[in-house]
């Protein structure tokens, strides 16, 4: 297993990606959905709170293997939703 160090880095870069790229559509691509653009902004970084301080905070009296493939597991699952609708955003603009 990574360390937490490891883990938070790895959160954080993801969503940091997710978030550059919704500042890029909104801020330079014309006609882009600025709302839709500023909403999927607040989502990643409620997503990147919400982990970091998972990772930070394990439950106690939990397993904790098991509780870090959930939060892998969650994450990994949030990351995707949050993916398409990036996508999505992004596809409207080319056509």
């Known amino acids: 297993m990574a360390n937490k160090r490891d883990l938070k880095s790895a959160v954080n870069n993801i969503t940091s990606v997710l978030f550059s790229e919704c500042i890029i559509n909104k801020d330079y691509v014309p006609g882009a959905d600025k709302n839709k653009a500023t909403d ?48 999505e955003l992004c596809k409207k603009q080319t056509e």
């Open 40 to 87: 999927l902004m607040a989502k990643i970084l409620k997503i990147n709170n919400d982990f970091i301080t998972r990772i930070s905070h394990p439950e106690p009296g939990c397993n904790v293997k098991s509780f870090y493939k959930k939060l892998r597991n969650d994450f990994n699952n949030a990351i995707d939703g949050v993916a398409k609708e990036v996508d």
